[in-house]
């Protein structure tokens, strides 16, 4: 317990979107099986809430969730497609310090046809127009890297800079969660356009040293894409954190360790339980076994993050050698 320091809280399957690498929106859940925002009270304070879905802003009681959680989380995030404008600006002039990613898979037409929605790229760009004006700042776009989008993905990074908004990136897994196991996760066509991003974030054209850093940061964590992408054999990636440092919570109010893994390996239920006791019981001692010995070669943030800031030597070390590599006209060391 005393090292769980994020959760990823799943608040609905219901989705808006038919995004070609998630069948989410196949798998719907109902709005009356959706459990009461108020379980949430059950969670301990500080931790690093990422409210996400399906699409979270199809949450009648979304405002609650974040009027429960805005005191007791240390940073509250929410993950959103950037469809209901109003309700997620709303959320930011309430809320100020939340952290706000929009999901965008490339620029209009790959993106809404990825997507399968009509106008999604100008509503996510309509919303971070509209949260610029309000006092949350920590705002950015996000897109998962496949090998249909790659070639949109530095245009992307150049949006974010000049709007001054991040850009978070994952890249294409398959797992319960996302109900795929035919993403295609190797590209060799990806690998070049990708490294090609990697050296626009270690030479960041951003203002000011804080963004130029977090750039550094993210290009790390691609590091673990760039050799995904590739078709590397498993163990390029840090130990996976999953229930020791970070956990979900579905729709349901079930608790389990990831949304990377086959099957959802369900260790107890917050409406049945205090999240202590599930943390510490027989059935997340099992799963966490499941969980160190699992091979799936995730390439998730939340991982990848937690070990940065244990080990801070590795991703400075990397990052000091490729700024001098690229200097020197050289292509990175992955």
């Not at 398959?174 to 991003?197: G, M, T």
Request: overall charge positive; hydrophobic content about 35%.
């Amino acid at each position: 317990m005393k090292n769980t320091i994020q959760g990823s809280i799943i608040t609905t399957f219901r989705c808006n979107a038919k995004c070609n690498m998630c069948n989410i929106w196949k798998h719907q859940s109902l709005p009356e099986e959706e459990i009461d925002y108020t379980y949430y009270e059950k969670l301990p304070d500080g931790l690093r809430i990422n409210i996400t879905g399906g699409e979270s802003t199809l949450r009648e009681d979304l405002d609650d969730i974040f009027k429960l959680l805005y005191p007791k989380a240390s940073l509250l995030e929410l993950s959103t497609n950037g469809y209901n404008t109003k309700k997620i600006v709303d959320l930011a002039n309430k809320y100020p310090n939340i952290l706000i990613r929009v999901s965008l898979e490339g620029l209009p037409a790959l993106n809404d046809s990825k997507r399968g929605t009509k106008n999604g790229f100008d509503h996510a760009l309509r919303t971070m127009l509209e949260l610029k004006k309000t006092k949350c700042k920590n705002i950015g776009f996000s897109v998962v890297i496949s090998p249909d989008n790659y070639e949109d993905l530095l245009y992307l990074y150049d949006l974010c800079v000049a709007l001054d908004v991040e850009l978070g990136n994952s890249v294409v897994h398959n797992s319960w969660y996302f109900h795929k196991e035919d993403n295609e996760i190797v590209s060799e066509e990806a690998l070049k356009q990708h490294e090609r991003f990697v050296k626009a974030l270690l030479t960041s054209k951003r203002r000011g040293l804080k963004n130029k850093l977090k750039d550094y940061g993210r290009a790390f964590f691609n590091k673990s894409i760039h050799l995904r992408l590739r078709g590397d054999e498993p163990g390029y990636r840090p130990p996976c954190g999953a229930l020791s440092d970070f956990f979900f919570i579905d729709p349901w109010g079930n608790v389990t360790p990831c949304n990377g893994s086959a099957e959802e390996w369900i260790i107890g239920n917050i409406k049945d339980d205090t999240f202590e006791n599930i943390m510490n019981s027989d059935k997340a001692k099992e799963v966490a076994k499941k969980v160190k010995a699992c091979d799936r070669n995730c390439s998730f943030i939340v991982t990848e993050r937690h070990d940065m800031l244990r080990r801070p030597w590795i991703p400075i070390r990397w990052i000091l050698k490729n700024k001098i590599r690229i200097a020197q006209g050289k292509d990175i060391c992955w």
